[in-house]
């Protein structure tokens, strides 16, 4: 029990932000028209791929001389930016779709 | 962590929320999408530069190095796939993201992890990172059709439940232990692998779309767990953003279909089920149509309502329906097209294809909208679409559809139905509406009965 009440004092900041931007997510996604949640989705798979600072940090922090560890971090650069230009790109694309009509 | 740096995921994090809001309205979303990319960008810039470490050359020329390489096949597979593929491709990239979290808490836990807190949340990206990577693999291979089989786990959901809680058990076994080997990290990865596979392979197609925001809302939040371990917000408050709106998006998809997602993910709907035979009721039979008979039907009616499916998406015929549409139109008849909200693959599927085809953004009507119209409606083109027409929702208890939002389209007084064969529906069940006597079957390729109907009534 202690060590719960411990674990949640001296992660009281982070867990407030992680409640904050469940609820930030659920209003800023609330009543979106039907013909927006393809391009929706694919916006929010693009921001998913936020995870390529970590993999950036993983080659950053990698000592020179740890293969593996650049080798895979190598591969999680590639894949996060992968799902990040490709994922933003093709919502560009289907939103352009979008607007072409006057 | 420098001031410079953390301002520039304070932007970042902005940008994210800003971009998401915009893009749930239409006259916004494009510069929503630009500004949440260019947030984006500024981190990942900021990540490399702004830092005291001491970093050899060679290992910055490979994360350059693996950008542009990233970036480019990103970039080209965006540009160049076909707009019918979009639902499969938007679960490609999210496989991606879900591989990378995984690489990277593979990665760290082979460092030394002495606090509980960072090994829950490397074992947690492991985990959840592998089983959106082999999920939504399984999803795309599901929905280009390379994987058509239908693969039948006896027990799948005890099997899966099972499969799940041992995962658990042993990554809260290595948390508390704090065993460190490189055994548990490949068993962890490939536990979250085969999960993966179990829990997507038995899903049924109709069901793909509701999948796939799940699995995405999953990688948002691989990507906050990440941002937990290395302390970063941006990463926890892009990645719970992604999280909770996904699983919005998920609840909003399965209301559409009337369904829950508990049913989607434990239910039998779809994917098992194997169309019955014998187990139809006498049907009756079905009335064929050609091209010059459904072309003066129409040529002549005075409201027409065109109801597009994923056929429609896979004959490639967005361009040719919107050419009869016009047609039509330019003769004074009054024509409409009725989108199933889970018409194709996707919520809003039919959405862009129609408007990659250019038909006005004004013609295309919510199921809510254009139901009560059906009655007054002549003539009812269905181009593609099966189990969004399906009576069977309304009348049929023991229908695996039975309760869903269905568009009424036996209300109107004639209906066209563009199939390929008597071929049943993505969820495997048989649609009364063919055998109905006010209904015409025309058979082909969408595009070519399209294209023949286009022919005639310019004819005419």
């Known amino acids: 029990m202690n060590e719960i009440l411990e674990f949640i004092s001296s992660n009281l900041q982070m867990i407030y932000i992680i409640i904050l931007s469940v609820f930030v997510g659920i209003e800023v996604i609330k009543s979106i028209p039907a013909v927006l949640h393809t391009p929706l989705m694919s916006g929010a798979n693009a921001l998913s791929g936020v995870v390529i600072i970590g993999a950036i940090l993983v080659m950053l922090h990698s000592d020179p001389s740890n293969y593996v560890s650049l080798v895979l971090g190598f591969v999680a650069v590639v894949l996060g930016i992968l799902n990040v230009v490709g994922g933003f790109t093709v919502t560009n694309r289907m939103l352009d779709m979008f607007k072409k009509k006057k | ?460």
């Not at chain 2, 970042?12 to 960008?41: C, D, Q, R, W, Y």
């Not at chain 2, 959901?157 to 099972?162: D, F, P, R, T």
């Not at chain 2, 568009?407 to 071929?423: F, P, Q, T, Y």
Request: aromatic fraction near 8%; hydrophobic fraction near 50%; charge should be negative.
């Open chain 2, 1 to 460: 962590m420098s001031i410079a740096l953390s301002i520039i995921y304070l932007i970042a994090t902005i940008t994210f929320i800003v971009g998401l809001k915009k893009l749930g309205h239409p006259e916004t979303a494009k510069s929503g999408n630009l500004i949440a990319a260019g947030g984006m960008g500024l981190s990942i810039v900021g990540t490399i530069f702004i830092h005291d470490l001491e970093v050899p050359t060679f290992i910055y020329v490979l994360i350059g190095v693996a950008i542009l390489l990233g970036s480019i096949i990103g970039w080209l597979i965006a540009i160049k796939v076909e707009m019918t593929k979009m639902p499969e491709l938007v679960s490609l990239f999210n496989g991606f993201g879900g591989a990378s979290a995984a690489l990277i808490g593979f990665v760290e836990f082979s460092k030394q992890v002495d606090e509980s807190l960072q090994a829950i949340t490397i074992i947690a990206g492991i985990i959840i990172g592998a089983i959106t990577f082999s999920g939504s693999l399984i999803a795309w291979g599901k929905l280009n059709g390379s994987l058509k089989s239908v693969v039948k786990i006896p027990q799948h959901n005890l099997v899966n439940n099972l499969f799940f809680i041992l995962i658990l058990a042993f990554a809260g076994y290595t948390v508390f232990t704090g065993v460190q080997s490189p055994i548990i990290t490949y068993s962890l990865l490939a536990g979250g692998l085969i999960y993966g596979i179990l829990f997507v392979l038995p899903i049924g197609g109709a069901d793909m779309p509701v999948v796939i925001s799940l699995l995405n809302s999953l990688t948002g939040i691989a990507a906050a767990i990440t941002g937990v371990l290395y302390d970063s917000m941006v990463m926890l408050v892009g990645g719970i953003l992604v999280g909770a709106a996904g699983i919005i998006l998920t609840v909003a998809m399965c209301k559409a279909m009337n369904r829950t997602l508990g049913s989607v993910i434990f239910g039998n709907f779809g994917g098992g089920v194997v169309p019955v035979e014998g187990v139809n009721k006498a049907l009756g039979s079905i009335t064929r149509t050609t091209a010059s008979d459904a072309a003066i039907m129409m040529n002549y009616a005075t409201n027409v309502i065109i109801v597009p499916g994923y056929g429609l998406a896979v004959a490639q015929a967005q361009h040719v329906i919107h050419e009869l549409e016009e047609l039509l139109a330019g003769k004074g008849v009054n024509v409409k097209y009725a989108i199933h909200p889970v018409a194709g693959r996707m919520p809003g599927h039919m959405n862009v294809l129609l408007a990659e085809s250019n038909v006005e953004y004004n013609m295309l009507m919510e199921m809510d909208d254009i139901n009560p119209q059906f009655s007054n409606a002549d003539v009812v083109l269905v181009v593609g679409a099966n189990d969004v027409v399906n009576p069977a929702a309304h009348n049929d208890p023991a229908s695996p559809i039975y309760g869903m939002p269905i568009l009424d389209v036996e209300n109107a007084k004639h209906i066209i139905v563009n199939k390929r064969s008597m071929k049943a529906g993505y969820a495997g069940i048989e649609n009364e509406l063919f055998y109905n006597t006010k209904t015409a079957m025309l058979f082909g390729d969408a595009k070519a009965a399209l294209t023949d109907l286009v022919t005639e009534i310019k004819n005419m």
